[in-house]
């Protein structure tokens, strides 16, 4: 049930809201940083950079000076500049009732690291493997401080634990997870056993009925790992806009340690191969004519062009949100003589050499998409190594060498096309990591956006989307009814010039959910209406106040609040138990 607000209530509330309780009204955050979005018609493009020694050691006490950055080779200034530092001061515990998505809310406090297990593309063993490595990772690190969360993706990414730093509380979440096997796993085609190359002979039509057959099989298992594939591209996807929605709101560089055996597609934002140059350089003793002929490598661009735009879209939420992921693949060293093991359910004869060198070209391929994702989002990529904690740590070691730097383009034009970035440091022997640039999309002009769908999926997950900022409090009114106040982030919704006024457009949306995750009772509010300028300091000063009304069902256990910006689809919920 929706309804529009009328610009009696809006200036009614937001003239009332000194009289709002203490806990509601807005709070000043310490040094909190934008994201690349709207932000009252600017865009600012934030750029995380890491700096290191020949060593990998972190190089500190740089300056803004000391950085220059340019987009498609064009120097830009330097607005914003933020040295590697211990983030947000934890706000104080809010009250019964009450409820936010702001930074301080949801982080203690310095740089994030997300620890995310990957069973969807990930066999049993592997996901097994990674949760111990995770374990034992967790256990070294004690009590140093450091903030991580706890993910995984299965049909849906899911939050095992929020940010802490304490061991004992991760080490808790990851042990609690159990490794789920994948629903369809890729099987190698039967081999035939035809003899001799003849085409007549005894054995002739035998042999053609066995090769027909195993072509028929082959077939029918190809469609098997064709719509398997086509699901854990749509997943991954709907992961990486999620981790968008999730992070975005946090200030700083958000570390994603991705744990996987594989991903579906690469990041690349040129319809293009790997170039022979390249393919000899990554694979000096495979025969191919191109990454194209390698069956991982076929795989990740083609599911990269079939799915191009949402991919795009993904990619510049992924820069917006200031997420570097660190792929890791699960499978440890390799040889190739591994997958004979699971080949030999066949029980044919096989040439071992050459199936090792097949399938390994494929791992190579695997590995050369997660290298290439770790590039486009400034991270790096730990393949081929067993001490998968090791990787982690490498991850996080980056954190302390990360600064931010912001400019707002000098291209002012938002025309969806790829911008390069390239971060230099004007001091000798550094070694300088950024994401490569990003898509300059604005989504407020998207046709085919689909916002009711974005709302729901973040209404469902179990960890709040910060995208727009707000605190909300939970109040009983009379028996069974509620009074939802929203306060809203002025400062995180888009506003168009209207004449003199500025426009906004939100949906607010309160639901209420029962014991067993299915939504009971739902209400939102549509704010559409220009403001004039002194109601428009105003918001952003102390924030778009707006109430909701509604009944309490019978089950009614837990509450959900989402608020939506209509112009650019940008989106922020929180969750948790009824007020009382």
Request: net charge neutral; glycine share 8%.
């Amino acid at each position: 049930m929706s309804r529009c607000i009328s610009p009696f209530v809006v200036a009614s509330t937001l003239a009332a809201i000194m009289a709002v309780p203490s806990v509601l009204r807005a709070q000043e955050t310490t040094a909190e940083i934008p994201s690349v979005t709207i932000r009252a018609n600017t865009r600012l493009v934030l750029v995380d950079v890491v700096v290191t020694d020949k060593k990998g050691q972190p190089i500190t006490g740089l300056k803004a000076e000391d950085f220059t950055v340019e987009e498609n080779g064009k120097k830009q200034k330097v607005s914003v500049f933020v040295p590697p530092g211990p983030g947000l001061t934890p706000a104080a515990q809010l009250s019964p009732g009450v409820y936010s998505n702001r930074p301080e809310h949801l982080s203690p406090g310095g740089p994030l690291t997300v620890i995310l297990l990957d069973a969807i593309n990930s066999p049993f063993r592997d996901q097994a493997y990674g949760r111990l490595q995770m374990l034992k990772y967790v256990q070294e690190q004690g009590d140093s401080g450091r903030q991580m969360a706890v993910m995984t993706l299965t049909d849906q990414l899911r939050v095992l634990q929020q940010f802490t730093s304490d061991p004992h509380i991760l080490g808790t979440a990851i042990k609690n997870y159990k490794p789920q096997t994948q629903p369809v796993a890729a099987m190698a085609p039967p081999v035939s056993t035809a003899a001799g190359g003849g085409t007549s002979g005894p054995g002739t039509a035998v042999n053609l009925a066995i090769d027909s057959a195993a072509a028929a099989v082959g077939s029918f298992q190809d469609i098997q790992v064709s719509y398997e594939l086509e699901r854990r591209t749509i997943v991954t996807i709907q992961a990486m806009q999620s981790l968008s929605r999730m992070l975005a709101g946090l200030p700083g560089r958000k570390t994603v340690v991705w744990l996987a055996a594989a991903l579906p597609f690469d990041l690349i934002p040129e319809e293009r191969n790997i170039s022979e140059a390249e393919l000899q350089a990554t694979l000096p003793s495979v025969k191919q004519k191109s990454l194209g002929t390698i069956g991982s490598g076929s795989i990740a661009a083609e599911q990269r062009q079939l799915h191009n735009e949402d991919i795009r879209r993904a990619e510049a939420g992924l820069a917006s949100a200031g997420i570097a992921i660190y792929p890791v693949d699960l499978r440890g060293l390799m040889s190739g003589m591994e997958f004979l093991r699971d080949d030999s359910a066949n029980r044919q004869a096989v040439d071992s050499s050459g199936r090792a060198i097949a399938r390994m070209s494929d791992v190579s391929a695997d590995q050369e998409t997660m290298r290439e994702i770790a590039a486009e989002t400034g991270g790096k990529a730990y393949v081929n190594q067993n001490e998968i904690k090791d990787g982690v740590a490498l991850a996080v070691s980056d954190e302390k060498a990360s600064y931010t730097i912001g400019y707002y383009p000098e291209n002012k034009k938002w025309d969806g096309k790829y911008r390069s970035i390239k971060a230099k440091v004007n001091q000798g022997d550094t070694e300088v990591r950024c994401r490569k640039g990003y898509f300059a999309i604005d989504t407020s002009q998207l046709k085919d956006r689909r916002d009711d769908q974005d709302v729901a999926a973040s209404l469902k997950s179990n960890a709040p989307a910060t995208q727009v900022l707000f605190m909300a409090q939970c109040k009983s009114t009379s028996q069974n009814k509620v009074r939802v106040v929203f306060l809203v982030d002025g400062h995180t919704l888009s506003a168009e010039d209207s004449g003199a006024n500025k426009k906004m457009n939100v949906s607010l949306y309160a639901t209420i959910y029962g014991s067993d995750g299915k939504m009971l009772a739902n209400r939102s509010i549509k704010v559409d209406r220009a403001f004039d300028a002194a109601t428009y300091a105003q918001i952003l000063e102390k924030g778009m106040m707006v109430p909701i009304d509604m009944d309490v069902p019978t089950g009614g256990k837990d509450v959900r609040l989402a608020v939506l910006d209509n112009k650019t689809g940008l989106i922020g919920t929180v969750n948790g138990p009824l007020g009382q």
